[in-house]
């Protein structure tokens, strides 16, 4: 079953702080969260795994809720170039496919 | 190699024709995986290789699509008589391992006509 994802859209000044939530109606063992931009293949980002710690690198860090089967991705002070699409991918259990969720159209502005 | 490479990046193809796409994964990548996306739209599975086990075949959406991965590595996706739905960007994407992050090709652009 596809996670579903919101906001489906969010437009950010430059500077700006974005939390994009991913839910799962099934119990999950990994999330992996991906950005793609207009044109390209998605970028892996990060994944979290069932029992691990809230992930980060730069500005971009998530968080993995095992119990509400649901991850929130955290983007600090936006640049332009985290504009994109913004994909989060589930598995219920390791070694499996990933199902991606509905996407969230992220658009920072000057 | 250093990338996911796949292969042609462009297709166009009359309906009711067949077509090959291709897609080199990295080097010693033992997952490999196929989607698709329409315009706009999210990230649809459709098969899934691990290493020498059987083949994850469940998003495939009919008998007119199939899938070999031959020697560990490169993988064939082969679409029988195409129809117009069939247009879409066909992404390949491999992992090192289940625990790994995906590493995604640039895509095939499939236009029916």
């Known amino acids: 079953q596809q996670p579903v994802q919101s906001p489906q859209a969010v437009i950010l000044r430059e500077g700006e702080d974005a939390v994009i939530n991913c839910s799962s109606s099934k119990a999950l063992y990994s999330v992996h969260w991906y950005r793609q931009k207009h044109g390209e293949a998605p970028v892996f980002l990060m994944i979290l795994l069932k029992g691990g710690e809230q992930k980060g690198h730069e500005k971009i860090s998530a968080s993995f809720n095992e119990k509400k089967q649901q991850s929130s991705l955290y983007l600090t002070a936006s640049q332009l170039s985290y504009s994109g699409t913004y994909f989060c991918?589930?598995?219920?259990?390791?070694?499996?496919?990933?199902?991606f969720g509905t996407g969230t159209r992220l658009l920072v502005s000057p | 190699g250093a990338g996911v490479s796949q292969s042609p990046s462009n297709k166009v193809t009359e309906k009711g024709k067949d077509v090959e796409l291709r897609c080199d994964p990295i080097s010693g990548h033992t997952a490999l995986y196929w989607y698709r996306q329409s315009l706009g739209q999210g990230l649809e599975f459709l098969i899934y290789f691990q290493g020498n086990s059987a083949p994850d075949k469940s998003g495939l959406p009919s008998d007119r699509f199939s899938a070999e991965r031959t020697g560990g590595s490169v993988s064939t996706l082969t679409i029988q008589r195409t129809q117009q739905e069939d247009s879409a960007v066909y992404l390949c994407?491999?992992?090192?391992?289940?625990?790994?992050?995906?590493?995604f090709g640039s895509g095939t652009r499939l236009t029916v006509v």
């Open positions: 994407a491999s992992s090192l391992d289940g625990l790994s992050g995906y590493t």
């Open positions: 991918g589930t598995e219920g259990t390791g070694f499996q496919k990933l199902v």
